[in-house]
């Protein structure tokens, strides 16, 4: 299955309900998760924080994603051992290629919770 079909069935179960978002064991966001969409090469979340101020974020679409409903735990993975799909020799190249800009998701893991 590709990651755009994946991420829409995932996001498709989790309409309306309360999430938080994490990056780097960091609270991120937090709130009813209300929209998405795919614009390019991003995923537009639009989500109602508890004073009902809607806020809309832009992410990167990630090189893979990993849905455990168990534990109520989606994954987003930007790491570039998942681009290179394991392949070392890739991975090196990649890991020497010259960064542009500064991009929080670079080489992290986005966890998204779902909130009971």
Same mark, same amino acid.
């Given at each position: 299955?590709?990651?755009?079909? @994946?991420?829409?069935?995932?996001? @498709? ?10 990056? +780097?064991? @960091? ?10 969409? *795919?614009?390019? %090469? %991003?995923?537009?979340? *639009?989500?109602?924080?508890? =004073? ?7 992410? $990167?679409? $990630? ?11 989606? %994954?987003? =993975?930007?790491?570039? @051992? *998942?681009?290179?799909?394991? +392949?070392?020799?890739?991975? *090196? ?8 800009? +500064?991009?929080?998701?670079? =080489? ?9």
């Amino acid at each position: 299955m590709f990651i755009i079909q @994946k991420l829409e069935k995932i996001f @498709k179960s989790i309409l309306q309900k309360e999430i938080k978002i994490n990056l +780097n064991n @960091k609270q991120f966001k937090k709130g009813r998760f209300i929209l998405y969409n *795919t614009n390019n %090469y %991003y995923l537009d979340l *639009t989500i109602k924080k508890s =004073d009902g101020v809607m806020k809309k974020m832009e992410i $990167p679409i $990630p090189f893979g994603v990993e849905c455990w409903e168990e534990d109520k735990l989606i %994954y987003l =993975d930007y790491r570039l @051992k *998942t681009l290179a799909s394991m +392949n070392e020799e890739l991975y *090196t190249i990649l890991k020497k290629m010259k960064r542009d800009g +500064n991009n929080k998701f670079y =080489d992290k893991i986005l966890e998204i919770e779902i909130v009971n």
